[in-house]
């Protein structure tokens, strides 16, 4: 059973950063295209970067220049580097493995930006 599991949220002021790790459990990360989405209340849930398997990455415009997208796949782990947050950048934060017919998400994380 492939599990995915987000830690890393918090509360930050804004101009801060935070990374997230998502650690995969039950089956290889190289195998999967990996994002990360966020979800703000009242909002439908956004891609905010994504990453493929052999490194090519993409993102949403309004986080282009600030956050980064890795993937470690001897560990497991993709990370989303987040830098210069904003309060518009609050929102639960998810992982998501996909592989066609096959697509996972962990729990969340929550990132919150504010003073």
């Known amino acids: 059973q492939v599990q995915l599991v987000e830690s890393g949220g918090g509360l930050v002021q804004p101009g801060g950063s935070l990374r997230l790790p998502c650690a995969v459990s039950?089956?290889?990360?190289?195998?999967?295209?990996m994002g990360w989405y966020r979800q703000a209340p009242g909002k439908q849930r956004e891609l905010v970067a994504g990453?493929?398997?052999?490194?090519?990455?993409n993102y949403a415009d309004s986080v282009k220049g600030r956050f980064t997208i890795s993937r470690d796949n001897a560990k497991n782990t993709v990370y989303l580097q987040m830098n210069s947050l904003q309060p518009e950048d609050t929102a639960a934060y998810y992982c998501?493995?996909?592989?066609?017919?096959?697509?996972?998400w962990g729990q969340g994380t929550q990132v919150t930006v504010s003073t």
């Open positions: 998501n493995a996909d592989r066609g017919v096959f697509r996972y």
């Open positions: 039950g089956s290889s990360l190289s195998i999967y295209v």
């Open positions: 990453i493929t398997g052999g490194g090519v990455t």
